[in-house]
């Protein structure tokens, strides 16, 4: 009688057992195919379970870092933001046209300009100037709000970059 009772834990460990590891492999499946699949190497046709666990990791951590640049792009648009909502306040004290801003982001560069729509602005010598300096320029825009034009330039940064004033 003894015997049985030993048969049955056994038994019932055996079930446990199996079922955690059935469990276990539709949460790795599922865990793959939140990946990409372009993510993994063509090559690498039979991945392990340890394999597809790192380049699960190594994408959650792309994702992370993706999502805090975009979070400094949105603190940035929202600072342009903040300072196009000063112009009115700038108008009534009257600053001395063009304002220039230049913002240290690592590898790359914020350059804000303001100017007054009436100046003769030349742009493309700004631009001629950061390119001179070693920045390739990313992304260039403006807006214009109300007699000022607010100019912003994103640059890449490929090698040491001193900034020299624009006269």
């Given at each position: ?74 603190e940035l648009a929202m600072n342009v933001e903040r300072t196009s909502n000063n112009f009115k306040k700038d108008m009534a004290i009257g600053l001395r046209l063009p304002i220039l801003e230049l913002r240290d982001l690592g590898s790359t560069i914020e350059l804000i ?55």
């Amino acid at each position: 009688m003894r015997k049985s009772s030993s048969d049955s834990f056994k038994l019932d460990r055996k079930i446990v057992e199996k079922n955690r590891r059935i469990i276990m492999k539709g949460l790795c499946f599922q865990l793959a195919s939140l990946i990409p699949n372009h993510y993994f190497n063509s090559s690498e046709s039979r991945l392990t379970t340890e394999d597809r666990f790192d380049h699960a990791a190594i994408y959650i951590n792309q994702l992370r870092e993706r999502i805090e640049e975009l979070k400094g792009r949105k603190e940035l648009a929202m600072n342009v933001e903040r300072t196009s909502n000063n112009f009115k306040k700038d108008m009534a004290i009257g600053l001395r046209l063009p304002i220039l801003e230049l913002r240290d982001l690592g590898s790359t560069i914020e350059l804000i300009l303001i100017s007054g729509k009436n100046k003769n602005f030349m742009f493309n010598e700004v631009i001629s100037v950061l390119e001179e300096e070693g920045a390739s320029v990313v992304n260039a825009s403006f807006s214009i709000v109300g007699d000022r034009i607010l100019h912003t330039i994103h640059s890449q940064v490929s090698v040491c970059f001193y900034f020299h004033s624009i006269e």
